[in-house]
């Protein structure tokens, strides 16, 4: 059994769902969010998903992620089943693989720039010794050296995502998870932020998953998966 | 290096909510201040009594057998200590000091006025071991006698005065003693104390009251109490013998008791503080469900939202437990002042142990309230949380 699950992890794909279902329990009635859908993601992809509110979009996000197990099937990340990890392992496979992107930012209010940046790489290596890396992948996204020191409330909207961008990046994941990433800011800054997600995928091979609700922003994308009430209903590109 | 981190987070985040903080902190500090005063109050309590009680601690107290009485039964008086039964508790524990007590009450005339008080028989040799002189002189022939502080100051009695103690004859007050305060083996504050010939004269020959063995190394008391009994008690019981030790022992447990009741009662506040941490830590918990959400997504343990957690309940224990043994000084110096008169049991070990317990209590009661914050916190369901408003 544990060769068979091994053997459906084994073919290469970053990602792979395989007859994936996720049930969400409710008193009434239970919510089928993923009905059964097989899926494969390859190193380098740039895929985007799209499809209606209650869709599964997030869910499947939420899966890639680790945030969440399948309620049946496998789930295989960088060619690892998570079924029966535990919590911790789960973790850890988010925190050195997986970078999320979100609608909102979401930086921790109490810690600058800086220290955003920081806080995943000493969760990952326990050093603080990590300022070069840190200052680097912060000058890859074109942030002032001045902005640094400020709390994420002192910093537009577009500054905010490049700190939550170099947040995700700092422990070099190969996937980036981004749910909206462009969803709370204008179309200017907008379209600088997807030019940076497009550079990292181009030209460092960041996989990168983006679930989005706006076509111009799925343009940028190289696949466009359409999700139908948990379904995979097209797979464009 | 992640410690720290997490540390630094957790102080940021009991700095940003100062004054919530601060008001934990303020229970934590009260707590710990009533705690550790009552505790360094009911230390020097029992030192004092101590001190005041161990003047008589070095004696063997060795008295006529009073044996069991049933219901109805009544009992006879017991019998006294004879000469004999003196010679043999003296020679068990030669080379040590016996004193043989005769004593009984009676009617006393002083001057027109009437009383009763305790007449004392003892050899004129052993008074100046037992007792002190506060005026006058010790005991001069056998017609004098020394009164009692109390019994002196109750009846206008002064050096020179005359007793005449029911119709045994009359007595020419020599001095007057040093109030002894309350003494296991006798108490002649209230009372007068005569020479043991007149006594004997006085009442006849019958047998001491009690018999007082005085100690030099306390360590050895068990080994004259087994000597005094084996010599009179071997065939039957003839007399009780005690030793002021054991009393004074169970009256500084009762005393100890006491004092950790009261400090417990004062506990009941350190834990009304704890319930307030508890307070703020769920309503930081709530406040942040969303960060806490974020953090679990870029791969914070649960364990280390634990840590993070239990940081912020350990700050605000280590503030309210260090400014609280700090004010429990002054607190413990206020107390011993206004109840004890004296603050010279304050700075000592014993005493000042108790702000190491004040502290410990406070940081300890803070850790455990932080636990169920701290656990809510770690079992958050991620995407729950992420979604949070």
């Known amino acids: 059994m544990e060769e068979e699950i091994n053997a459906i992890c084994s073919n290469g794909s970053i990602i792979r769902f395989h007859e994936v279902t996720k049930v969400y329990p409710l008193p009434g009635e239970d919510v089928v969010a993923l009905d059964k859908v097989t899926l494969d993601l390859s190193p380098g992809d740039f895929v985007a998903i799209m499809g209606p509110s209650g869709s599964g979009k997030s869910t499947l996000l939420n899966l890639m992620g680790c945030l969440d197990t399948p309620t049946s099937g496998d789930l295989c990340i960088k060619g690892r089943n998570i079924r029966g990890m535990s919590d911790e392992e789960l973790t850890v496979l988010r925190r050195d693989h997986i970078g999320f992107i979100f609608q909102q930012f979401n930086l921790l209010p109490l810690l600058t720039a800086l220290e955003n940046v920081q806080y995943p790489l000493i969760l990952k290596t326990g050093s603080r010794e990590c300022q070069d890396r840190c200052l680097a992948v912060l000058a890859a996204m074109d942030l002032d050296a001045s902005l640094h020191s400020h709390k994420p409330s002192e910093l537009s909207g577009g500054q905010q995502q490049r700190v939550a961008i170099a947040r995700a990046l700092v422990n070099d994941p190969e996937i980036l998870l981004a749910d909206e990433p462009t969803g709370n800011l204008d179309s200017k800054t907008g379209t600088a932020i997807m030019a940076l997600l497009d550079d990292l995928n181009r030209n460092q091979g960041k996989t990168i998953i983006m679930v989005t609700h706006d076509p111009a922003i799925a343009k940028y994308a190289r696949r466009i998966i359409r999700i139908v009430d948990g379904k995979i209903t097209g797979t464009e590109g | ?389």
């Open chain 2, 1 to 389: 290096m992640q410690s720290r981190m997490f540390f630094d987070f957790a102080r940021r985040n009991v700095r940003l909510h100062w004054l919530r903080s601060m008001l934990a902190v303020l229970g934590i500090i009260i707590g710990v201040v009533t705690i550790v005063s009552i505790g360094i109050l009911g230390n020097s309590l029992v030192l004092a009594i101590s001190d005041s009680l161990s003047t008589v601690g070095d004696s063997i107290i060795v008295s006529p057998h009073v044996g069991g009485m049933g219901f109805g039964g009544g009992g006879s008086a017991p019998e006294l200590i004879s000469d004999r039964d003196v010679e043999q508790i003296r020679r068990a524990v030669a080379p040590l000091i016996t004193i043989p007590v005769y004593s009984g009450s009676s009617r006393m005339k002083i001057g027109t006025e009437d009383t009763v008080g305790v007449v004392y028989g003892l050899k004129s040799d052993d008074i100046p071991i037992l007792l002190e002189l506060a005026e006058g002189t010790y005991l001069r022939g056998s017609s004098s006698a020394m009164a009692g502080a109390r019994f002196a100051e109750q009846n206008d009695i002064k050096v020179g005065s005359r007793i005449t103690v029911g119709d045994k004859g009359s007595l020419r007050v020599v001095g007057i003693l040093e109030e002894r305060g309350m003494g296991f083996d006798i108490n002649p504050d209230y009372g007068i104390v005569v020479e043991s010939r007149w006594f004997e004269d006085a009442y006849g020959p019958n047998g001491y009251n009690l018999v007082i063995v005085k100690v030099k190394d306390l360590t050895e008391i068990d080994e004259v109490k087994e000597e005094i009994e084996r010599q009179l008690n071997r065939r039957e019981t003839v007399v009780d013998v005690i030793d002021t030790r054991a009393i004074l022992d169970t009256i500084l447990t009762a005393f100890g008791q006491i004092s950790t009741f009261v400090t417990a009662i004062g506990g009941i506040s350190l834990i009304v503080a704890g319930v307030s941490i508890l307070n703020i830590m769920l309503m930081s918990v709530t406040e942040r469900i969303k960060e806490i959400g974020v953090l679990r997504s870029i791969g914070t343990k649960r364990q280390e939202i634990r840590r993070m957690f239990l940081y912020e309940a350990l700050i605000l224990g280590l503030i309210g437990s260090g400014i609280g043994g700090v004010l429990s000084i002054l607190g413990g110096y206020a107390v011993s002042l206004v109840m004890l008169q004296t603050t010279e049991y304050l700075f000592v070990p014993s005493s000042l142990i108790y702000i190491v317990y004040g502290i410990a209590f406070g940081i300890g009661i803070s850790l455990l309230s932080g636990l169920y914050p701290a656990w809510k916190a770690s079992n958050l369901n991620p995407i729950e949380a992420l979604r949070h408003e």
